[in-house]
């Protein structure tokens, strides 16, 4: 049968056996069609690649060589009409689709839990079009963010989102369905903040556009619908990006605290003058000094690190700004080295060498909260961790490196040197320790996470979060996706409702 035919494989769950062989043959010989049988496999080792990702998780069962639960074939396509042609074939077959980026996600939010087609999304990577007039350009989804932004800055311009994984493969695609940040973000934004426009492929194989205009007053924001939605409403297959012109000066600046709660209020006053750095780091003590262990920085103890963009005159401006507001907290200046070591060596910490690695138990928390509970949340979260898991001799490590004009993100960890030896104690300890840093947050004025997304690992959290509000989101979901195929398992919306099975 030819796909698109129209007729319905509804209901198709392959059995064990023969039945699911020839089932998955013939989904595979439908899917060849559309992409061509090259980018079609079915290959062990390819399911496993585009399941992992960088969470915990992944790295843990991986080290232990235990199995990630896989998708029964990987489709890799090259334009919108091909991720059509797939999600209408899953949608006849209600095979579960998980899309694919860069593979750089910490949440679990490629695994294919209930198996199914995963999409690779990585041959879509070209640029579309940029426009040097309005400072816009438009890429396909699977374009490395980094190969994007070397194409740019030949242009003079930036798309200026640098996350810690920039060189990890990081897609715009991925970056906007886990509503991804950058080390610029306080002055430049957040993905979602730059997105202008995306295309995407809903079921049943359906390719909607968002409007032109992102800021509108004609109705519910589309738009923000699809960022942060992880795969589970449909595929992002191209998006339209604001950018900046390259800064003609970029100033360093650092300081050190006698205390956290002062480099907060610091912090704090700076962002409600409405002085906008690049970057603003603000490291508590155990983070600083991990940071010192890596980059040769010539500091500790509370470390406050800020890089402002503009030209000379602005960045001069802010400078003489932001140096009354620390000295008036006690702040003592560095001078532009630390800031500028930790700019060179941004991405260092991330390093094979420097990034924490099983059999550690580790976990990224981040959360976010306004400004009047920033002190309290960050406080509350270090003590559900150190106190909590005292007998793991669990450690914590905070800095606050996205700063909103209401508030911050707090970026913390959790660290269990050596974890249990059993792989089941050690998964059930990850998540423990995920408990009850997520519940301070939530407890404390903070959500569930600033900008990795949720994925497979805070999808429990998400009704607590949201409440009542999360079943109109189950509604969205629902209509958008009735059969429930696309990315299972994630963001809490539960298990596929074809029965497909693995
Ligand atoms: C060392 C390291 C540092 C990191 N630092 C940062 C950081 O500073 N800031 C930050 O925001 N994140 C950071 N991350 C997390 C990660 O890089 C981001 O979430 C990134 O945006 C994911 O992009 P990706 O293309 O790799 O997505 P993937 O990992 O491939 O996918 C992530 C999720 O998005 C879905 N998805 C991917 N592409 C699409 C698409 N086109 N349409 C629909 N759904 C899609 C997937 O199904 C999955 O649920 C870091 C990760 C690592 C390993």
Known sequence: MKPGSGTSRSGTSPQRGPTRSYLLGQLARDLGAV??????????????????????MAQFLRSRDLPLPTADLVVR????????????????YRAPVVPR????????????????????????????DVDETSLVVTVQAGIDGSVLESELNTLGLTLAHYPGSHHF????GGSLAARGSGVVSTKYGKAEDMALQLEAVVPPGRRVSTLPIPNHAAGPDLLQTFIGSEGTLGIITEATMRLDPLPEARRFLSFTFADIDTGIEAGRRIMTSRIVPAVMRLYDEADSARLTSMLD??????????????TDASTALEQRAIEAVCDGKGGV??????????????????????????????????????????????????????????????????????WYPWGAMIYDRFYVDGGPDDPDEALA??????????????ANGGIINDHHGVGLKLGRFMRPQYGEAFDLMVAIKNAWDPDGIMNPGKLGFGAPRSGWQR
């Not at 396509?77 to 006849?92: F, L």
């Open 429 to 442: 300890l990850h998540d423990r320790l995920w408990d009850a840093a997520v519940t301070a947050s939530l």
């Open 333 to 402: 200046g560095l001078g532009s080295g630390p800031a500028e070591t930790w700019w060179d060596g941004k991405y260092e910490p991330f390093s094979k060498h420097n990034a924490p690695a099983p059999p550690t138990v580790f976990g990224t928390t981040d959360t976010c909260a306004r400004f009047v509970d920033l002190q309290g949340l960050y406080r509350a979260k270090k003590r559900a961790i150190e106190e909590g898991f005292a007998e793991y001799g669990a450690r914590y490590t905070a800095h606050f490196s996205h």
């Open 101 to 128: 980026g860069g593979g750089s996600g910490t949440q679990g939010g490629t695994f294919a839990l209930h198996g199914g087609i995963a999409v690779d999304l990585t041959r879509m990577n070209r640029i579309v």
């Open 297 to 310: 920085l010539g500091a500790s103890g509370v470390l406050l690190i800020i890089v402002l963009d503009g």
């Open 35 to 56: 992409v061509g049988r090259d980018h079609v496999s079915a290959d062990p080792v390819a399911l496993a690649e585009q399941s992992a990702d960088w969470s915990w």
């Open 169 to 172: 493969g990081a897609t715009i």
């Open 77 to 92: 396509p090259d334009s919108t009409s091909e991720v059509e042609g797939i999600v209408r074939i899953a949608s006849e």
